[in-house]
């Protein structure tokens, strides 16, 4: 069994949603783009405890937390999930509401004849649903789960129940899901899931409460605490004058089997040992959070040996873990389920993970859809793989993307952006802090088809490049790209030694000569002091072509001062800034009047 579509309305951030699965998927985008509000719609949906909580849904999980609208009739949540691929089992079992879905069309059968369902592409699947709505009677919010397929005559749809539910084998792990709520024996733990499959009933609750209620506590005459309690009891018989409140003591506690199951706390040794050599045991939530994400992992790891058929669903499986265990956890997870559904920020999670199976989520006034990150051709495979996680991997987690036409840009970019960020803070930002990631395209050809799959993939897209002689190519960048930046010179290195201050020139030359990192082969041009901006701009123009590797445009602009770097790089970050954070008319006012004062005082 394999979830294939999701439909959502008024959830939490999505007016409106729809998500295609593959097999097994990860869900990356930008934080509130709504990756946990479709791990928790489908929750809703297949999760076995999820409607016994208290509270199944609140205010705050309907779109803009309006639950009832202008006529004051309430509002619904309804969410819509269809698996296919069902076991032979499952297709027994769930008889009386199979319908049809096509792999190819993504689309279920209305009606097929049987020839349809030939199809290789065709195979049987359940579609159910979620409605969660505001009973106005009941001052309360209520939800219930259910079959789509068939309709009663009334209209009704057949009771999901949490047998059902149990049977598609849908379990999710939240990130707040710590590993003292995993390893407790409360309702829903992956403990108790382990219990259940195993069939196993404890049958410890009524000893374990025995032993509670007649473990003395505080009842030494020493410590006077019965005393007290003696003097409140003749107090009592005062006005109560009757054989009850009589013989006041303390005890442990007043649990019940459901406080047992939620206060019982699983010890693990710490490694630490006491002056008598035994091992000293800790609870293990005051492991180490690493730690307890294995721990939970390996839960998980025995439940899908014993389930055989799971749909497990994670958030963010790679916190608190080093890279290779996040993809050791990655392969095994993957191993032992039928489908396995992940949210992630990591490149070491995303890089086990085939383009057509990474989902990336964009939302555009509440509407989310995902688009798988499909690569065009002109993205050669053994390129992607071999720079997905400095390159490919920040751009998809990122919500902006700057294409840098090739090294040198992309080192001028990412280093002129702190540095001025770090001289003008009030002024400039890191492009990091503006959610744009910068990637690399290393020639123009590549620029058009990279800005076209950033921006099918919900991705704003910027774009610095040299000037282009090829017309055509040009028209294709604009096309292609949202923010187009063109530079008025042929290379990069030769904007940026035309147009940086000549001091901060020769200051970079000869401190690469003074590390000792001048080119041999260009001993004849070593600047020195005596040499004249001219001739070190010759020598420059030979030595930063062969430097890229060794991030000599980096370094030459991370010692200049706004004035001295190149207008072009400082107008073009200037420009971005100002699309992603559009100032406000009294800041522009403010920020001229600063300007004014700024040259009056130069004068």
């Known amino acids: 069994m394999k979830i294939t579509r999701i439909k959502i309305e008024n959830f939490r951030g999505i007016s409106k949603g729809e998500v295609f699965f593959t097999d097994h998927n990860v869900l990356v985008g930008d934080n509130n783009i709504g990756k946990s509000s479709v791990l928790e719609a489908i929750d809703l949906v297949l999760g076995p405890e999820r409607l016994s909580r208290i509270a199944v849904i609140d205010e705050h999980d309907f779109y803009a937390g309006e639950y009832i609208d202008s006529e004051d009739n309430p509002k619904s949540i309804v969410v819509e999930v269809v698996v296919a691929n069902l076991t032979e089992e499952q297709e027994r079992y769930f008889k009386d509401h199979l319908e049809w879905w096509n792999e190819k069309t993504k689309t279920l059968l209305d009606n097929p004849p049987a020839e349809g369902t030939d199809d290789t ?18 001052d309360d919010f209520q939800g219930s789960t259910y079959f789509l397929n068939p309709t009663t005559e009334n209209g009704e749809h ?27 024996l409360e309702r829903g733990s992956l403990l108790d899931i382990i219990l259940k499959l195993q069939e196993k009933r404890l049958k410890i609750w009524e000893d374990v409460l025995s032993e509670l209620r007649e473990l003395p506590v505080a009842d030494k005459s020493e ?38 199951r939620k206060t019982l706390t699983t010890f693990m040794d710490t490694g630490a040992r006491k002056e008598d050599g035994t091992p000293y045991s800790a609870p293990v939530q005051h492991q180490g959070t690493g730690t307890i994400n294995v721990l939970v ?7 899908a040996e014993l389930k055989q058929n799971v749909i497990f669903a994670m958030e963010e499986p790679e916190i608190a873990i080093p890279p290779h265990t996040q993809k050791s956890i ?37 509407v989310l859809s995902g ?19 400095t390159r490919f991997a920040e751009a998809l987690l990122a919500r902006r993307v700057l294409i840098a036409e090739g090294r040198t840009e992309y080192d001028a970019f990412r280093s002129a952006t702190r540095r001025l960020n770090e001289l003008h803070p009030d002024d400039f930002s890191t492009l990091d802090s503006l959610g744009v ?66 001091d901060a020139l020769k200051r970079f030359a000869l401190s690469v000569v003074s590390d000792g990192d001048w080119p041999p082969h260009l001993i004849s041009s070593t600047p020195t002091l005596a040499t004249s901006i001219t001739d070190i701009k010759v020598a420059l123009r030979l030595y930063l072509p062969k430097a890229k590797g060794e991030g000599a445009v980096a370094n030459l602009l991370e010692g200049c001062s706004k004035n001295e770097m190149s207008q072009f790089i400082v107008n073009t970050l200037t420009s971005i800034q100002e699309i992603i954070q559009p100032k ?10 600063k300007s004014a004062i700024d040259a009056s005082e130069v004068k």
Do not use: W
């Not at 592409?121 to 009973?135: E, H, I, K, M």
């Not at 199976?357 to 509440?366: A, S």
């Open 121 to 138: 592409a065709v195979s049987p699947a359940l579609r159910v649903g979620f409605t969660g709505v505001y009973d106005d009677e009941e």
């Open 158 to 184: 057949i009771k999901f129940s949490t047998q059902d539910k149990r049977m598609c084998g849908f379990l999710y792990l939240r990130t707040l899901r710590t590993g003292s709520r995993a390893l407790s």
């Open 223 to 260: 410590l006077g605490i019965s005393d007290i309690l003696s003097s409140v009891q003749e107090s009592v018989k005062l006005f109560i004058p009757s054989d009850g409140a009589d013989n006041p003591h303390i005890k442990v506690s007043d649990l019940t089997r459901e406080n047992l």
């Open 297 to 303: 992992l390996a839960l998980l790891s025995l439940i």
């Open 330 to 366: 990655i392969t095994n997870i993957i191993k032992k389920s039928t489908q396995a559904i992940f949210t992630s920020h990591s490149p070491y999670v995303l890089e086990e993970f085939d383009p057509k199976n990474i989902i990336v989520l964009k939302k555009e006034k509440g």
């Open 371 to 389: 688009v798988p990150a499909e690569f065009t051709s002109i993205i050669k495979p053994k390129f992607y793989r071999m720079e997905f996680r």
């Open 437 to 502: 990631a910068i990637i690399s395209a290393d020639t123009d050809s590549q620029i058009a088809p990279m800005g076209e799959l950033f921006k099918k993939l919900g991705k704003e897209t910027f774009a610095v490049f040299d000037q282009q002689t090829n017309v055509t190519q040009k028209e294709d960048i604009v096309d292609k790209v949202l923010h187009p930046y063109e530079s008025t010179y042929t290379s990069c290195e030769e904007m940026i030694i035309t147009e940086t201050n000549d």
């Open 584 to 593: 406000k008319v009294e800041e522009v006012a403010l920020v001229a009047e």
